[in-house]
T-cell receptor
């Protein structure tokens, strides 16, 4: 887990507000992944990004969710108009290449609570 | 039905016992299999990584994959209270591990 930095660790939002979660990958890593963990469930893939490119967003909800990984700065997962069902832990992971699960490192997560 | 099934537990064992965990899956395309450990309110930590069928050992941990049965296992020998955590299996179909499919996790409690 060392090296993948996520913030904020905890975020409380009222219904209808926006949530922005940030992820700085490990040094030297250019691939970023976002996963969501709902209460009592396993992690679900959301999106895979490289610098300035979305490679695979097949796990992203069609509306209200977006992700980016700009040339400079952290990756951002943005949730607009949050609803109670968005309450979950959001994990970012990074890797040097797309060469397999053994090179993927996860951050400590951002816990979103929608009230 | 979920692609990856994992008994949620909790699995309670005395210290020093062998912990036996397993997952079943339905997608025959999965070739890469991983086990992660997750402590409460923490991120997943990779324990074992296996390609295709076979066994792999690393210290107190042994991972087994039986692709013909679509069944994977993790054994933890000489369990310690510090092994108390949720264990997640994960798998992917390609070497590009960007899209891991996780099981729901098994809670393990090792009692002193």
């Amino acid at each position: 887990n060392a090296g993948v930095m996520q913030n904020p660790r905890h975020l409380v939002r009222r219904r209808g507000q926006e949530a922005r979660l940030r992820c700085s990958p490990m040094k030297g890593h250019s691939h970023v992944y976002w996963y969501r963990q709902l209460p009592e469930e396993g992690l679900k893939f959301m999106v895979y990004l490289q610098k300035e490119n979305i490679i695979d967003e097949s796990g992203m909800p069609k509306e209200r969710f977006s992700a980016e990984f700009p040339k400079e700065g952290p990756s951002i997962l943005r949730i607009q108009q949050v609803v109670r069902g968005d309450s979950a832990a959001y994990f970012c992971a990074s890797s040097t290449t797309d060469s397999g699960g053994n090179t993927i490192y996860f951050g400590e997560g951002s816990w979103l609570t929608v009230v | 039905q979920k692609e990856v099934e994992q008994d949620p537990g909790p699995l309670s064992v005395p210290e020093g016992a062998i912990v036996s965990l397993n997952c079943t899956y339905s997608n025959s395309a999965f070739q890469y299999f991983m086990w992660y450990r997750q402590y409460s309110r923490k991120g997943p930590e990779l324990l074992m990584y296996t390609y295709s069928s076979g066994n792999k050992e690393d210290g107190r941990f042994t991972a087994q994959v039986d692709k013909s049965s679509k069944y994977i296992s993790l054994f933890i020998r000489d369990s310690q209270p510090s092994d108390s955590a949720t264990y997640l299996c994960a798998m992917s179909a390609t070497a590009a591990g960007n899209k891991l499919t996780f099981g729901g996790g098994t809670r393990v409690l090792v009692k002193p």
